[in-house]
């Protein structure tokens, strides 16, 4: 694992938790059949993380209000769709 990914995966493990992350490298989403639940799971939760881009404390508070499903499904699609640079507020 290069430096970058070493990162990414830091940042990825502090706003979701280090097993969210492990299990969400452990599936593609291309696997997925996303439903219209699942779809606005990942609009609403990319969306609500990119309004408190800049807060990192409130993006924890809103990740740990989901549930463990919703959680793996949004840290899924960040890592497949190299959201980072959009809603983490410690990469620039």
Same mark, same amino acid.
Request: hydrophobic share 45%; proline share 0%; charged share 30%.
């Given at each position: 694992?290069?430096?970058?990914?070493?990162?990414?995966?830091?940042?990825?493990?502090?706003?979701? =938790?280090?097993?969210?992350?492990? !299990?969400? &490298?452990?599936?593609? $989403?291309?696997?997925?059949?996303?439903?219209?639940? /699942?779809? +606005?799971?990942?609009?609403? =939760?990319?969306?609500?993380?990119? !309004?408190? &881009?800049?807060?990192? $404390?409130?993006?924890?508070?809103?990740?740990?209000? /989901?549930? +463990?499903?919703?959680?793996?499904?949004?840290?899924?699609?960040?890592?497949?769709?190299?959201?980072?640079?959009?809603?983490?507020?410690?990469?620039?």
């Amino acid at each position: 694992m290069n430096e970058e990914n070493d990162a990414l995966s830091n940042e990825l493990s502090r706003l979701f =938790g280090q097993d969210i992350v492990e !299990q969400a &490298r452990l599936v593609d $989403v291309v696997d997925l059949n996303l439903d219209d639940r /699942m779809t +606005a799971c990942i609009t609403s =939760g990319i969306t609500r993380l990119k !309004q408190k &881009r800049g807060d990192f $404390v409130a993006q924890q508070v809103m990740v740990a209000t /989901m549930e +463990a499903g919703e959680k793996l499904l949004l840290c899924m699609w960040i890592i497949e769709m190299e959201l980072m640079d959009k809603i983490l507020t410690t990469r620039s």
